[in-house]
């Protein structure tokens, strides 16, 4: 049974922009905060931006001014906008709710 479903990866040039989606189960989305993360190689798993129940929104400061997280409560997906990608972006990205994870999507970002 399929909780989180991430989609939206890809290899992009510094500089370049992806939009990462999260396609959620229907009794998940609205019920618990939900959040990006992302864990690069050698690194442990990190926020990258979240947004609670009541639509309060954090951003990791490396991602601040270029990451938007947004939600489409219609389609249960939690989005993430990623514009001016630099190399320390490269990762895969996670996201995350009511303690369930999704498998991750690679985003690699070349010089």
């Known amino acids: 049974q399929v909780q989180l479903v991430e989609s939206g990866g890809g290899s992009v040039q510094a500089g370049g922009s992806l939009k990462l989606s999260c396609e959620a189960s229907?009794?998940?989305?609205?019920?618990?905060?939900m959040g990006w993360y992302r864990q690069a190689p050698g690194k442990e798993r990190e926020l990258v931006s979240s947004?609670?129940?009541?639509?309060?929104?954090i951003y990791d400061d490396s991602v601040k001014g270029r990451f938007t997280i947004s939600q489409d409560s219609a389609k249960n997906t939690l989005y993430l906008q990623m514009n001016s990608l630099n190399t320390e972006d490269t990762a895969v990205y996670y996201c995350g709710a009511c303690k369930f994870w999704g498998r991750g999507t690679l985003v690699t970002v070349s010089s």
């Open positions: 947004i609670s129940k009541d639509g309060t929104i």
């Open positions: 229907r009794y998940i989305f609205g019920s618990c905060g």
